[in-house]
């Protein structure tokens, strides 16, 4: 029997350090009570980055051969490989990876049920005192997962900052453009094209990072869910178009972005054999980690991701992407015309505005959503030196893009 208060179970003291809720949630919580308020409102969606049009035929043909397969004794599959099926790992190196030239191993791969769950969990490598760098504004994700990890010291609710982090802002002031902190950071993330600016940089800039974190011995995460929106030639599709990457970074992928898998969940994460820190290899921890806390991702799940990479696939993802980056050509020159500054929308579904009459970004917020039913999200959320921008997504329908356009544009 425990006598005292002291004595009694402990809840993980990190996570009483993390502000309110995760932002979206918080996004929707207060969309719900605006539409309970006002349930004639027709409320238009650009907050979260989820996408709206359906699956695509080769994918849903696979999932439907593969959920036949599931229904016959002599093609039933139980547990996945925890580390993914080599049909899915050989696609995805032949296509995503050697196509480019990077030279990447199956073994280097490893599939997950989404590029959430890799970026929140992948500080579970990371020892307790290491310091991370993050662009600001960042993807929540990043810094939440750090927080409850044990590894952000204390949150300042003035700046918005958290002690032991390293904030590398990103402005119109720089173009967007992180430049190298004066503290060496042991792990610096990096997603790009960005989330949430909807920027990226050349891939000679990349390869300054690069360096960087191999002069430094520094970990990248680089986050690449939003690849397959890249239009301009001198991008980077993977960090490992750059030269020594695979001593200093490990690759996040999804499938949500690109071929609409956001309520279906694949994604992968790349780990070079390569990157060796304290003389221990980090694809054996990953893969360690994977062995014990994940049990693969589905098998039908896994031949939908295969029939991503098949020719009709491939041709389906363009026309996919396609179809959100003429919403995000819509809104981009759509908000410019109407007076916004506006950056993003060309390498990716993100447009970033700046807040007209030096709203704050909760303020326009709370103001598109009351005057035009638009929902967007708030760059403060993102950071603090998110504050007075807006992000608006391309993943809606065209018709709804459209509608929304004319409703800010009519404010
Ligand atoms: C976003 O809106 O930033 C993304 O959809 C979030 C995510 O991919 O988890």
């Keep these: 029997m425990k006598e005292s208060e002291e004595e009694m179970f402990r809840v993980n003291q990190d996570y009483q350090k993390l502000p309110g ?11 719900k009570a605006y539409q309970d308020a006002n349930p004639d409102a027709a409320i ?7 996408v709206t049009r359906p699956l695509s035929k080769s994918v849903i043909d696979a999932l439907h051969v593969a959920v036949d397969e599931m229904g016959d004794e002599s093609t ?7 580390l993914g099926y080599d049909f899915l790992r050989e696609a995805i190196v032949k296509i995503d990876y050697a196509k480019r030239g990077c030279d990447i191993a199956a073994d280097e791969i490893f599939v997950s049920d989404g590029a959430k769950s890799d970026s929140g969990n992948i500080q579970e490598l990371f020892s307790k005192d290491c310091r991370i760098a993050v662009c600001d504004p960042v993807y929540p994700v990043y810094v939440d997962s750090n927080v409850m990890g044990g590894r952000c010291g204390t949150y300042d609710a003035d700046k918005e900052q958290w002690s032991d982090i390293i904030y590398m802002p990103t402005t119109a002031e720089n173009g967007f453009v992180p430049e190298f902190p ?4 042991d792990v610096i993330y990096l997603c790009l094209p960005n989330n949430p600016t909807g920027t990226t940089i050349p891939k000679s800039e990349l390869q300054k990072w690069v360096d960087y974190a191999n002069k ?12 397959a929106y890249i239009s301009e030639s001198d991008v980077a599709h993977s960090i490992y178009e750059c030269e020594g990457a695979k001593t200093c ?10 071929a609409g898998f956001t309520g279906l969940r694949l994604g992968f994460t790349v780990v070079p054999k390569e990157l060796v820190f304290d003389g ?29 990479y098949s020719e009709a696939g491939q041709k389906e993802i363009r026309e996919l992407v396609g179809y959100y980056m003429q919403n995000a050509a819509l809104i981009r020159s759509g908000l410019a015309d109407a007076g916004y500054e506006v950056y993003g929308g060309v390498n990716a579904p993100y447009i970033w505005l700046k807040t007209p009459n030096q709203m704050t970004s909760w303020e326009f917020f709370d103001y598109l959503l009351e005057k035009a039913n638009v929902v967007g999200t708030p760059g403060s959320g993102f950071g603090p030196s ?11 329908t065209v018709e709804n893009s459209k509608i929304a356009l004319e409703r800010i544009k009519a404010l």
């Design 21 to 31: 809720s995760y932002l979206f949630s918080t996004i929707a919580k207060k969309v």
């Design 44 to 50: 238009i969606r650009l907050g979260i980055g989820d």
């Design 76 to 82: 039933f599959r139980g547990y996945a490989p925890d």
């Design 182 to 185: 004066k503290e060496t950071p």
């Design 216 to 227: 430094n011995k520094a970990l990248i995460i680089y986050d690449a869910a939003y690849e």
């Design 249 to 258: 970074a490990i690759e996040i992928r999804s499938f949500s972005k690109n």
């Design 280 to 308: 221990v290899s980090v694809n054996g921890m990953w893969a360690r980690r994977h062995g014990t806390k994940f049990n693969g991702a589905p098998y039908i799940v896994q031949r939908a991701g295969e029939a991503v």
């Design 386 to 396: 998110g504050e007075h921008y807006f992000r608006l997504t391309a993943f809606g």
